[in-house]
Every structure is written in structure tokens, then in C-alpha cells.
């Protein structure tokens, strides 16, 4: 395992990397356009490509949003800035914090937009999820596949053929595409890369689940789509994307509210969801030897806010968190502790991995040993941490980490 000489990222990125001669990634050096692009000038491309769309009898786009991530930003701009009049839609992935509903839920009513929601039987989730999971160690397929299909399908159902994107991931980690490229949404890139090459037609051969139990799942077929017109396009071709601050932006502008996380210090990112950055997040290091905390300290440190060697500290400290309500987790799922633990080594890639008197160590670390056995460097991330200035919303800081939202506490997705 190579390390890029920039950021912190691996060579086994699930989404590729490739390394020039000097050891610099592609998501690197695709992230130097951001510093080049006249972003005005693509600004005005994007009103002309969505002028068409413009004053159409009942929603003129579609745009996905959840209680976290981009959300706020990708609504303003729909709105404020170009002036449409969108549908929100939202796959509920039933692992919702409170804190992410209240999000969600103001947004709508901030900007007045009729929102779509797609909540599918907890048994059927819970179906799929059992089998993602012993099969990928994955129990966030059903959450990717939903948020990635449900939006193309409303918008063949209800033809309206614009749904406005935040950020494409290929783009901003790894730089799979160049900006200038303007990529656009496409069931390729949805089957092998969000969902792995594994499409929920597969569930139909590999499991009892039936068709009248997936079709929420199914990707329109691509007549449907063409007939439709049906366009899918990435914000940030069009933005110099920096999600902190545009995060930060919401905060003032429209009251955005955030939270701790457990393994990573952006307080603004996954904070709907009380899987993303934690027993997701923790399968991706048994998988891929790096986690969320190396995604966002590569992001911190090309946007020129952290440096690399203060970006290992991070690192250091975030990674090996315990995973938070693995409890709820099980509980939900109906598996044992046993049986977690079970699922967490067998997706250990000992390629990458290595048992030392039962801990694992990773063959080839980025962090060195004189930072694992430092003394001071509580201090030194707690510094690091104050300069990064990560904002924590003031009823928020209240919460115990440790508090699972009552809402689920009370068992409401349980049968
Ligand atoms: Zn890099």
C-alpha cells in the first residue's frame, strides 16, 4: 500500500488512484483545476444549460437531500441562484439521527418545496442489509443503491428530466474526472462505483426477495430515460467545491445545525446518520486499511486548511474509535455481538493487515511509530482540532456521544 506525497489517501481507494512519478494522486491533481477554472465563466455555462428547464408547468428539477452533507448548499443554489422550482426527494436510509430529520425537515420549509419521500419496509431493508453484509461486509448498499436510484425514478415517473447533484465523489476524492469534463449522472458510474457492480437485480438471483419487493431499487431502463430526457448534473462543476465552507455558509445563512461525530472531526458532513461514520465507517478500515478521518483530513489539507504532517495526528486519533450503537445496530438487524465481530474480521484484508498478538497492525502505516508513542499528543490534536475550527451547534454540545436518539431508543423502526 503506497500513500499519496500530497494528501493521506492509499493506492487501494475503492474508487482508483492512480500516482504520477512524484507520488501525487489523480484526486490531487484533478483538485489544482479548482485553483485554475474561471469559475464565473462556469457559472454562466451552468444558467445556460439549465434555462430550458426554467418556468415548466408544475417542478422545473429534482433535487435529493437528506438531513447532512450537502443539502443546504445545493438547495440555496437551486433556488437562490438559479432561480428553479425544484421537488426535494429523500430515500430514507433508517438510520436516522434527530439531529438529521430536524435538518431535513427545516430545509423543506425554509425554500417552501414540496419533498418526496421513499421509506421501504423495514423488513425488506433489514432482508437486504443481512445479505450485503455477509456477502461485502457492506451494511450501507441499501442506502447508496436508494439515494442513487429513487430521484431517477421519480424523474422518469413524474418526467422531469433535470436532477441537480451536489458533489460527484469520482471528482472531488480521487479525480476520476477532470472539472472540465462536466460528467454527468449515469447508470455506469451508479453500478461500479456507488453500488460495486452489484445492481439489485442480483438480490433477485442471490436471494427470496422478490421483484415486488426490489423495484424500488431498479434503475429505469434507459429508453425510458432517453425518451424522458433525463439529465443528471454535479454541482461542483460549476462551484469551486469546499464543502466546509459552504457548510459554514448554511450555518449562518439558514441556521444548519451539527454535531460531533464519533470517528472524524467534520462536524458537518454524515451527522443524519448514525451508521455512516461508524460501523460503515470502521468496515472501510478493516477493508481498506484508511477511514472517514483520512477522507476529510485529505480534503482539509488540498483546500490548504491542514497540514499533512497535523493530518496524521488525526488520523491517529480517530481511526481505531470504537464503532457508536453497535447495540442499535444488532438490535435492529436481529444478529449477535459475536456475530459482528464476526463479520468485522472476515473483511479484514490481510493483504494490508497484519495480527500482532491478536491486534491488528497495518503492513505498511502512514503513521509513524515516533506519533503513535508520543506523549504529548492529546495536546497537540486538541491544537490542531481549535485551528480547524469545526463548529458544534450549541444545543448540541450538550448531547452525550453516547446518547442513541430517543426516537430509536423507543424501537420506531422495529417491527
Ligand atoms: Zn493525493
Redesign the pocket.
Known amino acids: 500500500m503506497n500513500y499519496?506525497?500530497?494528501?493521506?489517501?492509499p493506492s487501494n481507494h475503492p474508487l482508483n488512484?492512480i500516482f504520477n512519478n512524484n507520488n501525487?494522486?489523480?484526486?490531487?491533481?484533478v483538485?489544482k483545476e479548482k485553483y485554475q477554472i474561471n469559475w464565473k465563466k462556469k457559472l454562466i455555462q451552468l444558467k445556460k444549460i439549465v434555462s430550458p428547464y426554467r418556468n415548466k408547468k408544475y417542478y422545473d428539477c429534482i433535487v435529493p437531500i437528506n438531513g447532512a452533507r450537502d443539502s443546504y448548499f445545493t438547495l440555496h443554489v437551486v433556488k437562490n441562484i438559479l432561480k428553479l422550482n425544484p421537488i426535494l426527494v429523500n430515500y430514507n436510509t433508517h438510520y436516522n439521527t434527530e439531529l438529521g430529520f430536524r435538518n431535513m425537515n427545516y430545509l423543506k420549509t425554509l425554500h417552501g418545496c414540496p419533498h418526496l419521500n421513499l421509506t421501504i419496509d423495514p423488513k425488506i431493508v433489514k432482508k437486504i442489509t443481512k445479505y450485503t453484509l455477509e456477502k461485502f461486509g457492506n451494511i450501507y448498499w441499501h442506502c447508496i443503491a436508494g439515494q442513487t436510484v429513487f430521484p431517477v425514478q421519480v424523474a422518469a415517473k413524474m418526467r422531469i428530466p433535470l436532477i441537480i447533484w451536489g458533489a460527484h465523489q469520482g471528482i472531488d476524492q480521487v479525480g476520476m474526472f477532470s472539472h472540465l469534463d462536466e460528467v454527468e449522472m449515469s447508470r455506469r458510474y451508479r453500478k461500479d462505483h456507488d453500488v460495486f457492480n452489484f445492481e439489485a437485480e442480483k438480490l433477485l438471483e442471490k436471494t427470496r426477495l422478490k421483484k415486488e419487493d426490489l423495484h424500488n431499487f431498479f434503475y429505469p431502463n434507459d429508453e425510458e430515460l432517453k425518451r424522458i430526457g433525463i439529465k443528471g448534473i454535479y454541482l461542483n462543476n460549476y462551484f469551486k467545491w469546499d464543502s466546509k465552507s459552504q457548510n459554514e455558509q448554511m450555518i449562518n445563512k439558514y441556521n444548519y445545525e451539527t454535531n460531533r461525530q464519533n470517528r472524524t472531526f467534520d462536524n458537518y458532513q454524515n451527522i443524519d446518520c448514525l451508521m455512516y461514520s461508524n460501523i460503515h465507517d470502521y468496515f472501510k478500515l478493516r477493508k481498506f486499511g484508511y477511514s472517514l478521518v483520512s477522507d476529510h483530513c485529505?480534503r482539509e489539507i488540498?483546500l490548504g486548511r491542514l497540514k499533512r504532517e497535523d493530518a496524521l495526528y488525526l488520523i491517529d486519533h480517530y481511526r481505531y474509535r470504537k464503532p457508536k450503537y453497535e447495540n442499535f445496530f444488532i438490535n435492529w438487524l436481529g444478529i449477535n455481538k459475536k456475530k459482528l465481530n464476526y463479520f468485522y474480521d472476515k473483511f479484514t484484508n490481510t493483504n494490508i493487515w497484519n495480527y500482532r498478538k491478536k491486534k491488528l497492525v497495518l503492513k505498511n502505516d502512514l503513521i509513524t511509530e515516533e506519533i503513535k508513542n508520543e506523549k504529548n499528543k492529546k495536546i497537540k490534536v486538541n491544537r490542531i482540532l481549535k485551528k480547524l475550527n469545526f463548529i458544534v451547534s450549541k444545543r448540541n454540545n450538550k448531547i452525550t456521544s453516547n446518547q442513541i436518539p430517543s426516537l430509536y431508543s423507543k424501537g420506531f423502526f422495529n417491527e
Open positions: 499519496c506525497s500530497l494528501c493521506t489517501y488512484l501525487v494522486c489523480t484526486g490531487c491533481m483538485h485529505s488540498r
